[in-house]
């Protein structure tokens, strides 16, 4: 996702309340959708016109739409991918409304679009309209469950990652200085995972391989890690390490932002503790 | 086991205790140093093991410390708590809690 964004102004914009980012809305919302489920969080004014909705197959978010959003997919994708025209694109758009074929397996098939550059659209156009969607003046969230599954899990995101892009592109510098200390300590047989105190929660700005951690995860382990370092004052402490049923992870606190690593399988904690009595954090 | 037992048989241990992990309450503590960090310390981590996640074991570090947690089996109530100086043989303390755990739920 580029780090430069831009909203572009959203209509009936309502203020969030004092201090909450977008970010904690949205994983609120998120919390609504039935864990590991199928269906569409929707979004209605109070005279029953509709606002926008987050698509969600098995837990993952498709995508999410926001009619108040001026930025369309069809301008990230061609921004994501140099040789996509917006014609091309209009093309395919027309087909799969004929065919009722999903747009991004269409563009992939017929070669237009690399599945990175897809990735990337799609993800950059969620987390843009689940901002809007969280700044819209509206009446409530509904869930609506449905049993059909047309995406692929390739092109759908764990709200870990909806989440970690909505804030890089809120705040791209602390994201990038988050995502800079995480390569700094992880290893690739390691998963790593930062976050940020918000008013209303904790969020996460950063991650290395945390592509399927789900909400439910997410929360768990910022809980803990919370709770572990609650503490630190009063011990000098400056790390945590725990062992759960099938994940072990260490968590440390830096300039207000907690940082996790992750490791499963096997001997999972006393790796994780040799890994991080090694990095001598202070 | 008596507490003294668990220090005498985990490497550089410094203090222990039983604590209620629905509670966070010591039921049982012994401390043989004087470093108010390792008193303190105990009573903290013993506040915080009263989690919902219940975590099979827990340690944390400091500069000076390590402060170990140890559920002797996933059912248990009562967790062992050990806090060890912070020396070379980390894990050797570490693996000492959890055995001296384990030998005293299956006792």
């Known amino acids: 996702m580029s780090p430069a964004h831009d909203y572009g102004a959203c209509r009936n914009a309502r203020p969030l309340p004092e201090g909450e980012s977008t970010v ?16 569409a969080l929707v979004l209605q004014r109070k005279d029953s016109s509709l606002v926008g909705a987050i698509l969600v197959e098995r837990g993952r978010v498709c995508w999410a739409v926001c009619n108040d959003c001026p930025r369309r997919l069809s301008d990230m994708l061609v921004e994501e991918s140099s040789s996509l ?3 091309q694109v209009s093309e395919v758009v027309a087909e799969c409304r004929r065919t009722h ?15 990175e550059a897809l ?19 509206s009446s409530a969230w509904t869930w609506a469950p449905h049993t059909q599954h047309s995406y692929s899990p390739m092109l759908t995101f764990s709200a870990t990652e909806v989440l970690v892009g909505m804030s890089q592109q809120l705040d791209p510098e ?21 976050l940020q105190r918000a008013a209303g929660g904790r969020v996460p700005i950063a991650h290395l391989g945390c592509e399927q951690l789900e909400l439910s995860a997410l929360i768990v382990i910022s809980r803990q890690a919370d709770e572990l370092l609650s503490v630190a004052s009063i011990a000098d402490l400056r790390m945590a390490v725990l062992e759960m049923d099938d994940l072990s992870f260490a968590a440390w606190g830096q300039d207000a932002v907690r940082y996790v690593l992750l490791c499963e399988g ?6 994780l503790l040799a890994h991080v009595v090694a990095l001598n954090i202070s | 086991m008596k507490l003294s037992d668990v220090l005498e048989r985990v490497p550089d241990s410094l203090a222990a205790a039983w604590v ?7 039921l049982e503590s012994r401390c043989i140093s004087a470093d108010p960090h390792v008193s303190f310390g105990l009573e903290a981590m013993a506040s915080i093991l009263c989690s919902q996640e219940r975590p099979h074991r827990t340690v944390l570090l400091s500069a000076t410390h390590v402060f170990i947690a140890q559920r002797p089996s996933p059912e248990s109530i009562q967790v062992l708590l050990v806090v060890c100086a912070r ?21």
């Open chain 1, 85 to 87: 025209t917006h014609a």
């Open chain 1, 24 to 39: 904690v809305a949205a994983k609120r919302v998120l919390e609504r959708a039935e864990a590991g489920g199928s269906g």
């Open chain 1, 266 to 271: 096997k001997l999972a904690f006393n790796r």
């Open chain 1, 174 to 194: 602390r994201s990038a200085k988050a995502a800079a200390v995480l390569r700094a300590t992880s290893t690739p047989k390691l998963r790593a995972l930062a």
């Open chain 1, 119 to 137: 990735h990337r659209a799609l993800l950059h156009h969620t987390c843009v309209s689940l901002d809007h969607l969280m700044r819209a003046e």
């Open chain 2, 87 to 107: 020396a070379a043989n980390l894990g050797f303390s570490i693996s000492a809690v959890r055995t001296v755990a384990t030998a005293v739920e299956s006792a």
């Open chain 2, 20 to 26: 209620d992990a629905r509670t966070g309450e010591l």
């Open chain 1, 101 to 115: 074929a999903p747009l991004g397996e269409t563009l992939l098939s017929r070669g237009l679009v690399t599945q």
